[in-house]
């Protein structure tokens, strides 16, 4: 009896090259970015945030904290995105800015710009919410020049496995199996 194969990948970041897609998430309390603009005030807002940021955050003094959270949210979840964690980029240069129809855009400027560019992100979609105490934001970076990296996909059915490579968007030959212990 020869079951489906399941598909495994062999390392952790394989299958976002295989897609060109880069995921980042994060949460924020808001009580703590309320406690931060209490604390710190203009000075706080002005370093994290853009003038038109600050413009629809400050819109409702009652949501201010909420979308100054998911904002950083957002940006924090560009970060992961992108992997600049340690690219030295300044927060100003993440921008969330709000659509007319309710949607928000994912504007990068100076180093976060040039950094994204560099790795190939042709596209961020952005995906805010909040709800009692925290904001998080999901952001999705599309980046197809990772496809053309050729990330290896395990297949393993019954007894036998085998290594199949997936070929480059540009090759037109089928995947072929490789020797086991390859």
Known sequence: MNA???LCFDDRTAANRL???RLGFDVVQISRIAESIRDFGERFKSRL???EELRYAQRSENLCAERLAARFAAKEA???ALRLSEAGIGWRDLEVRKLPDGSCDMVLHGRAAEL???VG???LLVSL?????YAGA???AQCPQEISRQPLLSVFSGEKSGTVRIPDTRDSSPPRPLEPGH
Do not use: L, N, Y
Request: glycine residues 8%.
């Open 49 to 51: 945030f853009t003038e």
């Open 116 to 118: 994204a560019r560099d």
């Open 138 to 140: 999901v952001v999705m």
């Open 4 to 6: 489906m194969p399941d």
């Open 121 to 123: 992100a042709t596209r």
């Open 129 to 133: 919410s909040h709800d009692g105490d």
């Open 19 to 21: 897609s060109g897609i």
């Open 78 to 80: 560009v970060i992961k």
